[in-house]
């Protein structure tokens, strides 16, 4: 699998980005695909995932502030971050699989990673 996240940068609180996810190298349509975000001295965690049926699930700080969505036709995965917080700054990861086991949790079980895309929310 290859990836290639966009969109991150520099905004302060209460202000919006758009990440993206190219995804290739996998039936993009069978797959299930994650966001996942790294802050300083954080571990990995999953902030958003969405299956092959287009269902959503987020991490509870992320209800009703991101939205993910999939675009099949561009093999593009997206996160729509809203209400940002000081909280949200990390690297912003993206991974897909055909398994939603491995999607799940921290994506330990994932092998491959993108460079990821930094997100900076000045308070």
């Known amino acids: 699998v290859q990836l290639q996240a966009s969109g991150g940068g520099l905004v302060q609180a209460g202000g919006s980005l758009r990440l993206s996810c190219v995804v290739s190298g996998i039936t993009f349509t069978a797959s299930h695909a994650g966001w996942y975000r790294q802050g300083p001295g954080k571990q990995r965690e999953l902030v958003a995932a969405?299956?092959?049926?287009?269902?959503?699930h987020y991490r509870d700080s992320a209800k009703g502030r991101f939205t993910i969505s999939r675009d099949n036709a561009k093999n593009t995965v997206y996160l729509q971050m809203d209400d940002l917080r000081p909280e949200d700054t990390a690297v912003y990861y993206c991974?897909?699989?055909?398994?939603?086991?491995?999607?799940?949790?921290?994506?330990?079980?994932?092998?491959?990673w993108g460079q990821g895309t930094q997100v900076t929310v000045s308070s």
């Open positions: 969405i299956n092959s049926k287009d269902e959503p």
């Open positions: 991974n897909a699989d055909l398994s939603p086991f491995k999607i799940i949790g921290d994506g330990r079980r994932l092998g491959t």
